[in-house]
T-cell receptor, first 109, second 115 residues
Framework: KQEVTQIPAALSVPEGENLVLNCSFT??????LQWFRQDPGKGLTSLLLIQSSQREQTSGRLNASLDKSSGRSTLYIAASQPGDSATYLCAVNAGKSTFGDGTTLTVKP | NAGVTQTPKFQVLKTGQSMTLQCAQDMNHNSMYWYRQDPGMGLRLIYYSASEGTTDKGEVPNGYNVSRLNKREFSLRLESAAPSQTSVYFC??????????????FGDGTRLSIL
């Protein structure tokens, strides 16, 4: 059974810092890995999707990497802003999707 | 450009009542999904429909039924609601699972309380 773990569970940083969120998974037989953002009381917004054959994807200040052999993905956020405050979830897709519990990020002005 | 639309947004039920959560997508996606999100347990897949005319159980299907009415619509029914089904329910859609470059798109959720 696929298990997805996100560390840390919560993170608080001052504005302007670069930060890394971690996602690990137990079964490397995946189609893709997707990073989402969830604001309080809202649905999930897709940020980046990395196919199993890819190593990384970039969108603006966000960069996601994938090391399938070691079962790890990271989401790098450059020059963090208060508007980045949210919960970030990763999902591993292998026929069925398995989600981590998320990392709740707070960026302080 | 609505994406994935869920109705209702909020609902309070009494134990034993039944209700249907509605979901519609306008992206011509083949696959649709129902998840529930609970504190400390993340999102868990209840049922999914890989394509029109098919439905399959996910991780936590007990107490639920689904109907893929057509390509656009996928409904989730609680026949006899229980307090353990208090949760936030999300519907999602994507292109066929075999297309690895297609992301899932989520609705805004239905917040359901069972008293």
């Amino acid at each position: 059974k696929q298990e997805v773990t996100q560390i840390p569970a919560a993170l608080s940083v001052p504005e302007g810092e670069n930060l890394v969120l971690n996602c690990s998974f137990t079964d490397s037989a995946i189609y893709n890995l997707q990073w989402f953002r969830q604001d309080p009381g809202k649905g999930l917004t897709s940020l980046l999707l990395i196919q199993s054959s890819q190593r990384e994807q970039t969108s603006g200040r966000l960069n996601a990497s994938l090391d399938k052999s070691s079962g790890r993905s990271t989401l790098y956020i450059a020059a963090s802003q208060p508007g980045d405050s949210a919960t970030y979830l990763c999902a591993v897709n292998a026929g069925k999707s398995t989600f981590g519990d998320g990392t709740t990020l707070t960026v302080k002005p | 450009n609505a994406g994935v639309t869920q109705t209702p947004k909020f609902q309070v039920l009494k134990t034993g009542q039944s209700m249907t959560l509605q979901c519609a997508q306008d992206m011509n996606h083949n696959s649709m999904y129902w998840y529930r999100q609970d504190p400390g347990m993340g999102l868990r897949l209840i049922y999914y429909s890989a394509s029109e005319g098919t439905t399959d159980k996910g991780e936590v299907p007990n107490g639920y039924n689904v109907s893929r009415l057509n390509k656009r619509e996928f409904s989730l029914r609680l026949e006899s609601a229980a307090p353990s089904q208090t949760s936030v329910y999300f519907c999602a859609s994507s292109e066929l699972r075999i297309y690895s470059n297609q992301p899932q798109h989520f609705g805004d959720g239905t917040r359901l309380s069972i008293l």
